[in-house]
């Protein structure tokens, strides 16, 4: 039996198909070629199209067939990863209301806020473990203050993973922990949450039927099978956020095991069997894949929002024509510390760790006669890791101490410069393994499909290709590190001052675009 995972990234999609006896991936594919877009109609603001995402997906499966690597009558199951956070919203016909409003919109922070208040910030940490910030349920009442026609024809309300299921299947499912990650459920009563519900106003027929991450949401359509060269009636049996899909690719399932990603956005996810709350919202705890009432699994996330953005960016503004391998090669060059180069990376929308203030991305200290394009992209890869430093110290303090962490040797951890410094910067070591979030939403599927019998059953074969322990220039990072969060506390309290004093022709909160990356003195 051959399994089918779907990764919907922000920049591409990824399907990998998986022999369900040996673990092996037989096929991987990213589609398109190129990074989609996000569209910014205003600063702060981030969207995509939900209709291109399914035709993104149509073709990466197509394009894995062509391999001619496997069978695709053997396929057996699907599982779906997908970008958290986000909102989809169709009408009674399924059909697209409008573009989708993703992870990292800041739109929504003050119809969260309000909520917060309303609710009381000690009952609305006690049940929902966060604040509603900017996640899908604040995401949705702005919807519903902005664009009140829209609302109005909205007959259900989905997370990405559910939208994809939904053009597969025809069926619209959810899960626990999805409507943790919209902020939609209530931990202490096991239940949607009425207090939610109620302030914004929505009604709960919005919400799709509630079932498990790891069970049948729907059967494969005969007309899409036949469109994607597959079995007509094959169930999708997974769904669940990248964050969570990415610890399970990792097979991070139970209490103080850590997992990272620096994808796009950049991930510390440290699983608990406590409901975990930081009083502040820094960093959020939802349900992770195996949570259960009698058996709490809440996955911890810190989020920084422009990690592998930045670097992206910073390639096309340092070295345009390197390839990625190569930038990482100009990087290394240059001395740990980048002489003095200090990078703030948060420059794609406000940051949870950082109350949501919009501090935008940095480069400080720039010497026009020391500083070349490689020590702008090892600043870049080291201010990426100061940023994961400054978000563990916060799950420090909230009585998380990881020693370890595992990520998949994938996106910015293919960089040597980049998983020395975060070794360096955090002071955990780093074990690397040979997956990502596809392979990780294929086994997904096989649990689903009840091939395995447990999840680590899953990910019993699982191969470790290196690790990377803090080494002799900790002393380095470490006084960067410190000088960097001089920085950024200065620019944060820049930010509040600002914002108490707004001034005619201000733009709107969010992400500064042209100031970001002007030297400050």
């Given at each position: ?85 986000g909102l989809v919203v169709v009408d009674e016909h399924r059909h697209v209301l409008r573009d989708a409003i993703i992870w990292c919109d800041s739109r929504a922070v003050p119809h969260g806020a309000e909520a917060f208040e309303a609710i009381g910030p000690e009952r609305s940490l006690a049940h929902l473990l966060n604040s509603p910030g900017n996640f899908t349920a604040a995401k949705l009442a702005w919807v519903k203050a902005h664009e009140p026609d829209v609302y109005a024809r909205i007959a259900q309300v989905l997370l990405p993973g559910d939208f994809l299921a939904l053009q597969l299947t025809g069926a619209a499912t959810t899960s626990i922990s999805a409507l943790s990650e919209g902020i939609f459920w209530d931990f202490a009563e096991q ?331």
């Open positions: 039996m051959l399994l089918l995972g779907i990764d919907l990234g922000t920049s591409s999609v990824k399907v990998s198909v998986v022999d369900a006896a040996t673990r092996q991936c037989l096929a991987s594919v990213s589609y398109p070629d190129v990074e989609r877009e996000i569209t910014a109609r205003q600063p702060g603001w981030a969207e995509q199209d939900p209709r291109q995402w399914w035709l993104d997906v149509r073709q990466a499966i197509l394009q894995a067939h062509a391999t001619q690597a496997y069978d695709p009558q053997a396929i057996g199951a699907i599982g779906i990863a997908y970008q958290m956070h239940e949607l949450s009425e207090d939610v519900f109620r302030f914004f106003g929505f009604d709960k027929n919005l919400i799709p039927p509630v079932q498990p991450v790891f069970t049948a949401h729907g059967a494969v359509l005969a007309a899409v099978a036949e469109e994607l060269g597959l079995r007509p009636g094959i169930p999708v049996t997974y769904k669940a956020g990248d964050q969570p899909n990415n610890a399970l690719s990792l097979g991070v399932l139970e209490p103080g095991e850590v997992a990272a990603t620096a994808g796009t956005s950049g991930v510390i996810y440290a699983v608990t069997d406590q409901l975990f709350v930081d009083a502040q919202s820094r960093v959020n705890a939802f349900a992770h894949v195996n949570h259960t009432a009698d058996q709490p699994r809440l996955g911890v996330l810190l989020c920084i929002n422009g990690t592998g953005s930045l670097n992206r960016w910073m390639k096309s503004v340092a070295g345009p024509q390197l390839s990625y391998p190569e930038m990482n090669e100009r990087a290394a060059i240059v001395p740990a510390g980048a002489d003095g180069l200090l990078c703030l990376p948060f420059g794609n929308g406000v940051e949870r760790m950082l109350a949501n203030e919009p501090v935008g991305a940095h480069l400080h200290n720039i010497d026009l006669n020391v500083h070349t394009p490689g020590h702008l992209l090892r600043a870049a890869q080291e201010g990426v890791a100061f940023a994961f430093r400054y978000g563990l110290d916060i799950m420090r303090e909230n009585g998380l101490h990881p020693t370890v962490v595992k990520a998949g040797k994938t996106n910015m951890f293919l960089s040597p410069v980049f998983a020395q410094a975060f070794a360096n910067a955090t002071g955990l070591t780093v074990e690397l393994y040979q997956t990502d979030g596809s392979v990780g939403a294929a086994l997904g599927a096989g649990i689903g499909a009840e091939v395995y019998a447990t999840p680590a059953e899953a990910f019993a074969r699982m191969e470790r290709l290196q690790t990377i322990a803090p080494d002799g220039e900790t002393a380095i990072y470490e006084a960067a590190y410190q000088q960097w969060k001089e920085l950024l506390l200065s620019r944060l309290q820049s930010g509040k001052k600002l914002a108490a004093q707004p001034r005619e022709g201000d733009a709107p909160s969010g992400v500064r675009f042209v100031e970001a990356f002007l030297p400050q003195q």
